[in-house]
């Protein structure tokens, strides 16, 4: 079993910064693909970005030149900096991995979410 744990998330004034972390802990092969999904109070989970392992990303177009999606192969561990917030940010953020299992199966797991409010 494998879990993700989001941090860094608060209250921030519109223009501001916040940079999210998802740390994966227990036992795995390696992770694939790692995205940032957000939900926003009434609204659909939507995909905020993704990176694979490899280093490529993609982005929604609402966050594009705004946000930046990062890992650390090392320490298994995804980056989302967040630039030039804007209230339609808010949302809670959850971290999403593709992982391998140490026997070879392969599994997808949601962290627990972490609130970003963007308010004034």
């Known amino acids: 079993q494998v879990r993700l744990v989001e941090s860094g998330g608060g209250l921030v004034q519109p223009g501001g910064s916040l940079r999210l972390s998802c740390v994966p802990s227990g036992r795995f092969f390696s992770i694939n693909t790692m995205g940032w999904y957000r939900q926003a109070p009434g609204k659909q989970r939507e995909l905020v970005g993704s990176?694979?392992?490899?280093?490529?990303?993609v982005y929604a177009d609402s966050v594009k030149g705004r946000f930046t999606i990062s890992r650390d192969n090392a320490k298994n561990t995804a980056y989302l900096q967040m630039n030039s917030l804007k209230p339609e940010d808010t949302a809670v953020y959850y971290c999403?991995?593709?992982?391998?299992?140490?026997?070879?199966?392969?599994?997808?797991?949601w962290g627990q979410g972490t609130q970003v409010t963007v308010s004034s």
């Open positions: 999403n991995a593709d992982v391998w299992g140490p026997a070879g199966e392969a599994e997808n797991y």
């Open positions: 990176i694979t392992s490899e280093g490529s990303t």
